[in-house]
């Protein structure tokens, strides 16, 4: 009885140690993020006393009040950077996931001569910064005056997410078993619906994932956009946060407070779709 | 319903031939079962006559239509996978209603044709899971369900029962049988197992390596296997086959030991000539605890060594060294034997096979 009442204490404890483990982790992770949130509410002074201030004194929304106001009063185009960046991301996301399911689609069902070299072509991209394409890019945008367009960015982020996401998407579809697509042709369906109906829904929490991510990339992106934007035509938020940057002086307050604003759509996408992102759906399709 | 035909069909995959110029013919309503060694050419074969696998030569006819060019779902065609392949985004009924619903058939009678599937392999209480709530037995079910909803003209199975365990791969036999017997159609079915080839079909296509090495029914093949490899492939436990040499009326083993010439094989064979002796397990038995369905003039009796016993409660599979080898035989009313016990044991030659060394084909002069 004393072992057992013993392991038990034993257990209680490392549960105990796991937690204390995990919520240290977490508030490593949670941080910057809320020093960020915390930034954007205090006065300059404050951000920047030292020795730091700790504890908050004055909490404003005057930055964010500020930034969608009147140009000349810390006013800035907000609205025409989140329409740019919406645009690019969502455009160029939905071409990279189109692409991405022919693609990864082809690498998991179909034998082609050079295959594995291609795949292996399209991982070697990823492993070139984009910034150091940023000037060869310039260069070729320059050239053909697809610089400060929606365009423009939308075809670099699509070139930069279709590897990626080719490579993402062609690992859920080989989880799909090939027998489930044979079964569908054999129930009626041409090829076409057998992909519709049986191994889109089932990849799809994949899909999802890679939207997500490449969806990410391009409203996070920084360095190519600094490069290939001008104006409010074609700026994006991360672009947008330079303009809080003058000859002498950083706007810290409100560079935290773009980036807020920059956060929360990007949040909101990601906490609605992640719920759809189970996998292991494909349990019970074969075997036991 | 309908007929299968399979003339001169070939697979290849780029230079390697795998099915060479198979010949075949399917009555309406019957049950024939594909069976062979793990790489003989039976499913692919099989996918063929599905669709699933392009035909590199030949051709193939369901109901005396050509079909080799037609996409699976023209062919009036059901399979069951060996992996079940339920969808498993779907519940049951969906599973069993899809290739309605993609036929566009009016929901109404997707409900009754559903319902009477479910009926018939009662699976009422299921139809609203989903695969993965399901276990093996009743998965299988469920696709079995799946491929008799279309009412198809040729039920293709594939390997249906390998994932199950002994005693539900019996049961699930029953339920074919008996599904066979309600929905009267043809039925292609391929199997590595012997015994589910022998119990289900009404005629046994045994293959080996891309050839078709005898068609016939169970009782054929068991008892006229045409070829050394049927009669090694067909029964359990396997017949003994040992290698021998005629001489002067007499079968000689390799170590000294003989035994005589069935009359039956006389004519058929010279002296010198190699062959292979073969005879089930059920064909030799300690004296008196046999079978002995031949006459008494074909049998052989010598006292043999006990190598080893299996015991299985109404019979006892004892293991004799004779001819430098074990030959494996069944003991009816069995009675508790010890290893190195010196046992009368009975040949009965009337039922033994033997086949020419070279060719592996049968000696006994019969048309398979």
């Known amino acids: 009885m004393a072992s057992n009442q013993q392991h038990r204490v034993r257990r209680r404890l490392l549960a105990l140690a796991h937690f204390i483990g995990l919520a240290i982790a977490m508030i490593i992770i949670l941080l910057p993020g809320f020093w960020i949130v915390l930034s954007s509410l205090r006065p300059t002074v404050e951000i920047m006393a030292k020795p730091a201030i700790w504890i908050p004194q004055d909490l404003s929304l005057d930055a964010y009040t500020a930034m969608f106001g009147k140009v000349g009063q810390g006013g800035i185009p907000v609205w025409f950077y989140f329409r740019n960046s919406l645009i690019i991301s969502v455009a160029s996301t939905a071409i990279a996931i189109a692409v991405g399911m022919a693609g990864g689609y082809a690498f998991a069902r179909f034998r082609f001569k050079g295959k594995s070299g291609l795949f292996l072509g399209f991982m070697l991209t990823r492993t070139v910064p984009g910034i150091a394409l940023s000037l060869p890019l310039f260069i070729i945008f320059a050239r053909i005056g697809i610089i400060d367009t929606h365009f423009g960015l939308i075809l670099a982020y699509v070139a930069l997410n279709v590897p990626f996401t080719i490579w993402l998407i062609d690992g859920f579809f080989r989880q799909v078993p090939k027998d ?9 369906c041409t090829r076409w619906q057998a992909f519709w109906q049986v191994e889109f829904p089932l990849a799809g929490p994949g899909i999802a994932s890679a939207g997500i991510f490449a969806f990410l990339t391009a409203w996070n992106e920084f360095a190519l956009a600094s490069q290939l934007t001008r104006s409010v035509n074609s700026k994006t938020l991360p672009v947008g946060l330079l303009d809080y940057t003058s000859e002498f002086t950083i706007d810290w307050r409100g560079m935290c407070a773009l980036a807020v604003v920059m956060i929360v759509p990007a949040l909101t996408l990601t906490f609605l779709v992640q719920k759809h992102l189970v996998s292991g759906l494909t349990s019970g399709a074969v075997k036991g | 319903m309908a007929t299968v035909s399979l003339q001169k069909l070939v697979k290849k995959y780029g230079d390697l031939e795998v099915v060479h110029g198979i010949d075949l013919d399917i009555a309406d309503r019957e049950f024939v079962a594909l069976v062979g060694p793990s790489g003989c050419g039976k499913s692919t074969t099989l996918r063929m006559i599905a669709g699933l696998e392009d035909v590199s030569g030949g051709s193939i006819l369901i109901g005396g239509k050509h079909v080799n060019d037609l996409p699976p779902r023209e062919r009036n065609i059901s399979m069951v996978f060996q992996s079940y392949a339920l969808y498993p985004h779907m519940t049951v009924r969906e599973n069993m209603g899809f290739s309605l619903k993609i036929a566009k058939r009016p929901q109404e009678e997707i409900d009754r044709r559903v319902n009477e599937a479910a009926q018939i392999l009662s699976l009422n209480e299921l139809m609203d899971r989903r695969p993965s709530q399901l276990s093996g037995g009743q998965r299988q079910r469920v696709a079995m369900g799946r491929a008799i909803v279309r009412h198809p003209e040729v039920f293709l199975f594939d390997e249906p029962l390998s994932n199950l365990d002994a005693k539900l791969r019996s049961q ?77 009326g007499k079968v000689n083993f390799a170590n000294g030991d003989a035994i005589p010439l069935p009359a039956r094989f006389k004519a058929n064979v010279s002296s010198g000539q190699k062959v292979t002796f073969g005879l089930r397990p059920d064909d030799l038995f300690p004296t008196g605890h046999g079978i002995g369905s031949g006459t008494t003039e074909d049998v052989f009796k010598c006292d043999l060594k006990v190598t080893i016993t299996e015991p299985l409660g109404n019979e006892t599979l004892v293991f004799f060294d004779f001819a430098g080898r074990d030959w494996v035989s069944r003991m009816l009313n069995p009675r508790a034997l010890s290893v190195g016990e010196s046992l009368g044991t009975t040949f009965d030659l009337s039922q033994a096979h033997l086949f020419d060394s070279a060719s592996g084909k049968s000696l006994s002069g019969r048309k398979a």
């Open chain 1, 180 to 188: 489930l697509a044979e079964a569908a042709q054999i129930d009626g």
């Open chain 2, 172 to 248: 699930m036999r029953t339920e074919i049988k008996k599904l066979h017997a309600k929905v009267q159609a043809t039925v292609v079915y391929v199997t590595h197992d012997q015994v589910e080839a022998m119990t289900l079909a009404d005629r046994i296509v045994i293959m080996r390596d891309g050839y078709v090495e005898q068609v016939g029914t169970p009782d054929q093949v068991f008892k006229h296997p045409a070829t050394r490899f049927v009669a090694g492939f067909i029964g359990s436990p396997p017949m003994n086959l040992v290698e021998a040499t005629i001489d002067a």
